[in-house]
């Protein structure tokens, strides 16, 4: 096609040059010249389209390459599995055989050492009906850390920012982080009016919940206080567990003998004391609810398990 073209385009100057080329003849080159110069912008358009689908084939080939090496990975994974379950199944195998001997064994014992493996089975048996009363108490547990906790939510969330307050189960108690903003004045342990709205309403779960005892911890940054009142950052937290536990007794009749204050100072921080934000985050304070201890005891006791 380029030949074509070159060679009507020399004849076109040769022509011109002359001067002895007609109209006639002049418009028949133009027409042929145009409609080359059309095919070679067809063959441009093609030969683009040709490129696009190439990349697109390239694309889906490497897309199918990574198919690929995840498949094989999954496959390596799922053999890796069989593996271990195979060596799985020929340990309990060996258990077994060995169960299987030992029980071969039992049939030659005297009475007196039947009698003995029945009062150990019957220990077992004891046993099994402790651990299976400590995991029914443990279930129970989460069941109600778990209601309590979104109870709180629920009662919390009216008027309150997410960032000032979070509540969370650890284990076996419920978690109330409470940003210092929203109970203290600055550098003080005096409660804001604020403060008292908010603890009237976890006072509330609380109260439904008598065979709770609360903890309140104080926490801080690690600035030194420079207030005369305040030895330290200990002096502090110790004074805003104190003033939050008084509120809670006083205003709210929660019974003393289930409040416990104390103080973490600049210990134990949730972020780096490094930034502003970090420091914020730190100072706060903790109300942790959580089953007495002497039900504890007695959950431990074996003598409280049903024969």
């Not at 299987?100 to 029945?118: H, M, P, W, Y």
């Not at 307050?165 to 210092?180: E, F, P, Q, R, Y």
């Not at 709205?197 to 903890?215: C, D, H, N, T």
Request: aromatic share 4%; hydrophobic share 35%; net charge negative.
């Amino acid at each position: 096609m380029n030949l074509r073209l070159y060679v009507i385009l020399c004849g076109a100057v040769v022509m011109t040059a002359t001067s002895c080329v007609s109209k006639k003849t002049l418009e028949a080159l133009q027409a042929d010249y145009d409609m080359a110069n059309a095919e070679l912008q067809k063959c441009g358009e093609d030969l683009s389209t040709q490129l696009k689908m190439l990349k697109q084939c390239e694309d889906e080939t490497q897309r199918l390459k990574s198919d690929l090496a995840t498949a094989e990975n999954q496959l390596n994974l799922r053999e890796e599995q069989i593996t271990d379950l195979r060596e799985q199944v020929s340990d309990l195998r060996s258990l077994r055989d060995k169960q299987v001997e030992q029980v071969g064994d039992l049939t030659v014992l005297s009475q007196s050492a039947n009698e003995n493996i029945k009062e150990t089975l019957g220990q077992l048996e004891r046993k099994d009906q402790y651990i299976n009363l400590l995991q029914s108490a443990k279930s129970k547990a989460d069941s109600i850390n778990l209601a309590l906790a979104v109870n709180l939510k629920s009662v919390l969330a009216d008027g309150i920012a997410d960032n000032d307050i979070d509540i969370k189960v650890d284990k076996t108690v419920v978690m109330i982080n409470l940003s210092d903003k929203m109970l203290f004045n600055s550098g003080s342990a005096d409660l804001t009016p604020r403060a008292n709205q908010v603890l009237g309403k976890i006072a509330q779960i609380v109260e439904s919940r008598p065979g709770f005892e609360v903890m309140v911890e104080g926490y801080t940054d690690d600035r030194p206080i420079s207030r005369a009142c305040y030895k330290d950052n200990w002096d502090l937290s110790v004074s805003r567990a104190t003033s939050v536990v008084r509120i809670l007794q006083n205003n709210f009749n929660i019974d003393p003998n289930r409040l416990i204050a104390a103080g973490r100072g600049e210990y134990n921080a949730l972020a780096s004391n490094d930034t502003p934000e970090g420091r914020q985050t730190n100072r706060r304070t903790r109300i942790i609810i959580l089953p007495k201890v002497d039900q504890f005891y007695d959950l431990l006791d074996p003598d409280n398990v049903p024969n």
